[in-house]
């Protein structure tokens, strides 16, 4: 056996820079509308984001053109929050949420500390929620928090002088997910953000998933019913007999959009544009998934255009063997993650103005 060096095996090694699967250019969602509102995103400067309920159709659309300008790099963003620091809380395991998170903020030049395991803080002690709001307001100047219980945020900013930011409490909501699914659709077709489509234009959705308890796939319904004009229907596949629960269905029966329910995704797969999956519910204590019923591979017959979400981790409903597709926008979905959340940061601590130029600005 032959042990090369490492100086030579890193020099043998090559990279591929290509990204894989749906790559929309963030330019389309900026052309219709290139000027940023800043009298829109001021209603979140100094503001928690708890919930997707907080967005309306303006206030989404500008915090995502923002974000397109920053994925687009127009203008250097590297030290506008250079005198703040995040809080990334997850008392909840977290991959892509956390670091997106802490990227986003070291991209806008502020600092980061983190709690990545609830075992290794004073939670594991019975530390009460009232005092590590106190401990977050002393130590940093946003929080971005994960935690397994439902109320969690809501008590914790009772406490707060600094802004949170939710990154998923229990089975309730995960908004800046959402916010970045829609980056990832509205990018795909820009034309879903400004006006009325002709009917036949217009999305049908398919979810698969629960909104009652898949915290991701309620915070995308709730911003989904923003855009009814250009909705056809949207079908849910579940195994759930009742998969809204009470609060979205309120929602979904004061909105236009058709809502069906289903339990047959291939024999609907053929009219479906959209396909937002996700497999991991909580239910009670603990987790669910809901793999087996609900799959899409290679051989799923899906029209030639239709683009396939997932908020990420995988498992097997959503087979590797789409990555390399046009169908897959999830990836994509993953990486525009980190242009929302500096859009959210931004915005929250009222620099936008501080970094977007004057000829940008309506």
């Known amino acids: 056996m032959v042990i090369r060096p490492a100086a030579q095996v890193a020099s043998e090694q090559t990279f591929n820079n290509e990204q894989i699967g749906n790559c929309p250019d963030p330019a389309g969602l900026i052309a219709h509308s290139p000027k940023i509102r800043l009298d829109v995103l001021e209603r979140l400067r100094g503001q928690s984001i708890l919930s997707s309920a907080q967005f309306d159709k303006p206030l989404l659309c500008e915090l995502l053109k923002l974000a397109a300008y920053l994925q687009l790099k127009k203008f250097p963003v590297a030290h506008a929050l250079e005198d703040r620091i995040m809080a990334a ?23 980061t500390i983190s709690v990545s395991d609830a075992k290794t803080t004073g939670v594991a002690k019975g530390e009460s929620l009232r005092d590590i709001g106190q401990m977050f307001n002393s130590y940093a100047d946003v929080v971005a928090v994960r935690h397994t219980e439902q109320s969690a945020v809501q008590e914790l900013c009772e406490y707060l002088r600094i802004p949170l930011l939710n990154g998923g409490n229990g089975s309730d909501e995960h908004p800046s997910q959402a916010i970045a699914d829609w980056y990832a659709l509205l990018k795909w077709r820009p034309e879903i953000a400004f006006g009325k489509l002709p009917e036949k234009f217009r999305l049908n959705i398919g979810i698969i998933g629960t909104p009652g308890n898949m915290r991701t796939v309620k915070s995308f319904l709730m911003l989904a019913l923003l855009f009814h004009d250009n909705i056809d229907h949207i079908t849910i596949f579940s195994e759930m007999a009742d998969p809204l629960g009470e609060e979205i269905r309120e929602m979904t029966n004061a ?46 017959k899906l029209k030639d ?58």
Do not use: C
């Open 89 to 111: 809380a997850f008392f909840e395991p977290s991959t892509r949420t956390r670091l997106s998170f802490e990227s986003a903020m070291l991209h806008l030049g502020g600092k």
């Open 255 to 300: 909105n236009p959009i058709s809502i069906n329910f289903s339990q047959d995704l291939k024999q609907s797969l053929e009219y479906l544009d959209v396909i937002y999956m996700n497999a991991i519910a909580f239910l009670g204590d603990g987790y669910r998934f809901f793999g087996d019923a609900f799959t899409l591979n290679s051989s799923s």
């Open 305 to 362: 255009d239709t683009v396939i979400l997932h908020p990420l981790a995988r498992g097997d409903e959503l087979d590797i063997s789409l990555d390399n597709t046009q169908h897959n926008l999830y990836f994509n979905q993953a990486d525009g993650a980190v242009w929302v959340r500096q859009a959210l940061l931004l915005t929250v601590f009222g620099s936008v103005p501080k970094v977007v130029p004057d000829e940008l600005i309506a």
